[in-house]
């Protein structure tokens, strides 16, 4: 079999195990097979230690946020994240930088090694691996071959029965809990705190942020349960002196243990917005659990970036990028955009059809005078229509594109034109489909300011 020559063929023979419908089966769903694979490939995720990270907001950011402070110029540290932006190799970095070419070809080789010749009843449950099983595995293997000596993961879905669940973490952190994907997760939200809790292992630490009661109470019982030492961001932390900029975010943070840090340790990210804060808070009360120095906290959180997460570029329009695609993270959004931009600007929305367009449509009223909607691309059903009449109900006029490369391209006319701003959210693949148009007129985003 010839061997793989470049990232899009590994992408292509990944794609051979992804199957929609497949994938809302609460059966597709387990550890088993999961377990079965790292046995297959000799446990490559017990050769660094980990940090695994779920929630249903604010992962991304704060995992991202915890491996910056865990870089310390010597082992690599790798950082497993999802969903990525423009290309699959985001969800594996090394030092927060996609997997190099060469490592990712040779873990590859590795994985489809391993693949030859399985039939799916050689696997639990009859059923061949599913592509987020094996993306998993790859980033895996991909870390062992870069000389990982500490890793942070996130969650893809839920928590207990996701493809990550299976590696033996050092540290679990989880970000705020919200209803999301009730399909599979449960329609409550202590039913889908009990999925999240599901990463919680007997005696290791654990680390949440502020949470709904019942969110809180399933995430109490579990550690107890699991005698797993937990700290509560809100019960441990302040934040101090909070503030916005288009640059950043800056703050103070104060701890109830003087243990962790005496005094107002003063931190600073690039990353905009109060939920920032948040996340930055939740690292850094980690990391200085951990024994991490506070020079390294503060260090790793200036260091740490991420795409499509209020994303300010800069140009003719200014364009905010914000994959906020739930009702809180949409509020969140809508207030940080209101904070930088008070004469608000030109909105450009699109979700999936499994979301909730109403409550979005409520937490982002006031954000513009002009409003389009489009698809958040191809890669998932979405009923514009319906967003439409969301919105309308909010008393916007909306304007239907359904083309999303058209719709973007009006939509940046249109903030050109009011000498406005422009806020792209609702959905990461629609920002994504906004940074591929944006990187081709030559308008890079901050994923170039990775340091």
Sequence with gaps: MQAFANEDEVYAFLNRFLNFERAIVPTAYRLDRMEALKALYGKPDEAYAIAHVAGSKGKGSTATMLAAIL????????????????????R????????????????????????????????????????????????????????????????????????????????????????????????????????KAGIIKPGVP?????????????????????????????EETRINELRITEAGTAFSLSFKDDTLYNGKLELSTPLIGEVQARNAALAALAALDLGLSPERVREGIARARLRARFEVM??????????????????????????????????????????????????????????????????????????????????????????????????????????KPLLVTGSFYLCAEAARLLAERGREGSVSLLN
């Excluded at 579990?222 to 809100?234: E, H, M, N, Q, V």
């Design 206 to 234: 654990v680390y949440t942020s502020a949470q709904r009661e019942d969110a809180l109470a399933v995430i109490r019982d579990t550690a107890k349960r699991l005698s797993a030492p937990l700290r509560i961001l809100d």
């Design 92 to 195: 594996i970095a090394v030092n927060r930088i996609p997997i190099a070419t060469d490592l990712l070809l040779a873990a590859a080789e590795e994985l489809r090694a391993g693949m030859e010749g399985k039939a799916p009843e050689d696997f639990p449950g009859g059923e061949t691996p599913t592509y987020f099983e094996l993306l998993t595995m790859l980033g895996f293997l991909c870390f062992k071959r870069a000389g990982c000596s500490r890793a942070v993961i996130e969650v893809g879905l839920g928590g207990r029965l996701d493809s990550t669940n299976v590696v033996k973490p050092i540290a679990c952190l989880i970000t705020p809990i919200e209803l999301e994907h009730t399909e599979l997760l449960g329609d409550t939200i202590a039913k889908i705190a009990s999925e």
């Design 314 to 419: 800069q140009g003719d329009p200014v364009v905010v990028l914000d994959g906020a695609h739930t009702p809180d993270s949409a509020a969140a959004c809508a207030r940080d955009f209101m904070t930088i931009f008070k004469g608000g600007g030109v909105l450009l929305f699109g979700c999936a059809k499994d979301k909730d367009p109403g409550a979005m449509a409520l937490a982002l009223r006031d954000v513009a005078d002009s409003l389009i909607v489009t698809k958040p691309g191809s890669f998932k059903e979405s009923e514009p229509a319906q967003i439409a009449e969301a919105f309308e109900k909010q008393g916007y006029r909306v304007c239907i594109v359904e083309d999303t490369v058209k719709a973007i391209l009006l939509a940046l006319e249109t903030a050109r034109q009011a000498g």
């Design 71 to 90: 870089e310390d110029g010597k082992a690599p540290v790798g950082l497993y994240t999802s969903p990525h932006l423009l290309h699959f190799t985001e």
